[in-house]
């Protein structure tokens, strides 16, 4: 959150700098539990053809997880900067590669995220008024855009957002996953099992769809590198990260493997698929009267989810600025309120756009493969690191085993859907390379040795954004949690 000028900022600004373990794990289970465990069901059913090697590929997806969050604890420990993979790119193969990832982050992947979670808070929000047909397109998608436009402006307009906004809202996700957990044990132990016979029935077992199975179900386990985007503010990091995962990660497998069991013993396969809102469709089912409850906590989850979603964008650019790897229009803050106004108009613009791609899940495809390609060459940094630096200071050191598995399975996460999804793997790939033109010419080149115009057009976006938004350019070492006035330009 933006720190605020007066005292009781300062003040809140003090207790962020001291996350405790609990603390941790709360930020963990809070960012990981989103919209995903209420939408990506029907994507892994829709993929594996049948419930029992559904169910195998959300544990798949789970250990997968837990895998690459102990990765990411050395790394946090060992690389103590801010910027999760972006940071432990750039420390390991340099400037470029690092480029792409912050490129690849700011065209497609954050707002791609956004979409997906504002999709699916304006699908709960409405669906209720539906509960015998779909939701109207249009309305879902203008929905959508004014909650993104909402918490944009909210943002840019500084509101002191406490921390009563994300404890609502994680206590909201949490305890309408047990809600349906529970509701659907019951139905279990009443004898409602004939969904669970032949359970591997018409399963597909072809590569290229367990990918994109894949894909779905660790859509709802990322956020696992929440804290490594934090790892300057981390009590104790050395103890306190490690520890934070493996508690974390656990809880989160288990809630979801429950929670998907519950679905499958009240919904059969095609009722999942054709379900655009599967917990209410589940609530519809088994709750009665209390069935709003469901929607109601679903959207107040994403609600909280998205503008963290948006928070979290915003200092990226940040992190990206001060290595110089974006232009000074995007890092620059309101003269009053402290905003990054610019960086997130861009970024809700950018959301904006993909609201209007159809496909739900084909917006997961989109940037699940560029977010997996750069997640494994950032742990893949850790076996470089491991080789080329074999004395850097480890407080936490893993065997190679876990690292060299991750990657080949990113691997397997990033070839297999270059044959079963070519055109989605395509886009990813245009976006990511697309990069590499703009990374030559605005950062690679010398300053005399670019085209003139270039540097005009830069001028005259930076002047005329500085007068609309009453912005400023901030200096390369601004810290956006605690800014000092003294060092805005």
């Keep these: ?197 032949d359970s591997f029935k018409d399963s597909k077992w072809n590569p290229g769809d367990m990918a994109l199975a894949l894909y779905s179900a660790l859509y709802s386990y990322s956020g696992w590198d929440t804290l490594n985007f934090i790892t300057e503010e981390i009590k104790n990091p050395e103890r306190n990260l490690p520890l934070s995962i493996a508690i974390s990660m656990p809880i989160v497998t288990v809630i979801y493997i429950m929670t998907n069991i519950a679905y499958y013993v009240v919904m059969d396969a095609d009722t999942i698929i054709n379900s655009d809102a599967v917990a209410v469709t589940f609530a519809d089912e088994v709750l009665g009267w209390a069935r709003w409850l469901i929607p109601l906590s679903v959207a107040i989850s994403c609600y909280g989810g998205l503008n963290s979603s948006i928070i979290a964008a915003s200092r990226l650019f940040f992190v990206g600025s001060r290595e110089g790897h974006l232009p000074n229009v995007l890092c620059m803050i309101h003269v009053k309120r402290f905003t990054p106004i610019p960086a997130l108009l861009f970024n809700g613009a950018m959301a904006l756009i993909y609201l209007c791609v159809s496909d739900l899940l084909q917006l997961i495809n989109y940037f699940s493969f560029n977010y997996w390609l750069f997640i494994g060459l950032s742990i893949g940094s850790q076996i470089y690191l491991r080789i080329k630096a074999p004395d850097m200071h480890r407080p936490l050191k893993l065997s190679l085993f876990f690292p060299v598995v991750y990657c080949l399975c990113s691997v397997f996460l990033v070839v297999m859907p270059l044959y079963s999804d070519t055109i989605n793997c395509l886009v990813g790939i245009a976006v990511a390379l697309s990069g590499a033109p703009v990374y030559y010419i605005f950062i690679h080149l010398p300053a005399s040795s670019r085209p003139a115009f270039l540097g005009k057009i830069q001028d005259v976006v930076s002047l005329n954004t500085q007068k609309l938004c009453l912005c400023c350019v901030t200096s390369s070492d601004i810290d956006l949690d605690n800014v000092d006035p003294g060092k805005m330009e």
């Excluded at 962020?16 to 960012?31: A, D, P, T, Y």
Aim: with cysteine; aromatic share 10%.
């Design 1 to 197: 959150m933006v720190a605020e000028a007066d005292s009781a900022s300062q003040s809140s600004i003090r207790l962020k700098q001291e996350i405790s373990l609990l603390h941790g794990v709360c930020l963990i289970v809070g960012n990981m539990i989103g919209s995903g465990i209420f939408i990506s069901p029907k994507g892994v059913l829709i993929y594996t053809g049948s419930f029992g090697l559904s169910l195998i590929v959300w544990a798949i997806g789970g250990l997968f997880s837990v895998f690459g969050a102990l990765c990411y604890a050395e790394l946090g420990t060992t690389i103590r900067k801010s910027g999760a993979s972006y940071a432990y790119i750039l420390e390991s193969f340099g400037g470029f590669l690092a480029f792409l990832r912050l490129w690849t982050s700011l065209l497609i992947v954050e707002p791609a995220c956004q979409a997906v979670i504002a999709l699916t808070f304006s699908t709960y929000l409405v669906q209720p008024f539906y509960p015998t047909c779909s939701a109207p397109y249009d309305a879902v998608r203008l929905i959508a855009a004014a909650i993104l436009c909402l918490l944009t402006c909210v943002n840019c307009m500084k509101v002191k957002w406490g921390a009563i906004l994300q404890v609502i809202s994680t206590v909201a996700k949490v305890l309408a996953l047990i809600v349906i957990i529970i509701a659907g044990l019951v139905r279990l132990a009443q004898g409602h099992n004939q969904n669970f016979e």
